[in-house]
């Protein structure tokens, strides 16, 4: 997918430092986000057909921007009740938040268990 994105390398990279300025306001105001990982169930690999590009990018929409951040993310598993698939829960976290996350993380394991 690399190519599909190359035009529009510099340009993000230009936006960098604003997305980072962004990130550090929100990250005064709350200690973490938490956030969809994933906008819908991903499809099933039989429902897969032709260029998948499209679906990557809906797929990834809501964490890529965290990883072009480069801020401290992870994904929870949530139960989802009558499905044998849980959802997903992206919690993000400001630079260095890592103990804070994976202490909630453990927290929200603890209450849908």
Not at 38 to 65: A, M, N, V, Y
Not at 90 to 107: F, I, K, R
């Amino acid at each position: 997918m690399a190519e599909t994105f190359r035009p529009q390398l510099a340009e993000a990279l230009g936006q960098r430092d604003q997305w980072h300025a962004s990130l550090a306001q929100i990250f005064e105001q709350v200690e973490l986000l938490a956030l969809p990982t994933l906008p819908i169930f991903p499809p099933r690999l039989d429902e897969l057909h032709g260029d998948l590009t499209p679906i990557l990018i809906e797929l990834s929409k809501h964490t890529s921007l965290f990883n072009a951040a480069g801020t401290p993310c992870l994904t929870q598993p949530i139960p989802v009740a009558g499905d044998h698939l849980p959802a997903s829960l992206q919690l993000v976290g400001p630079w260095n938040s890592e103990n804070l996350l994976l202490a909630t993380a453990e927290l929200i394991a603890t209450a849908s268990s």
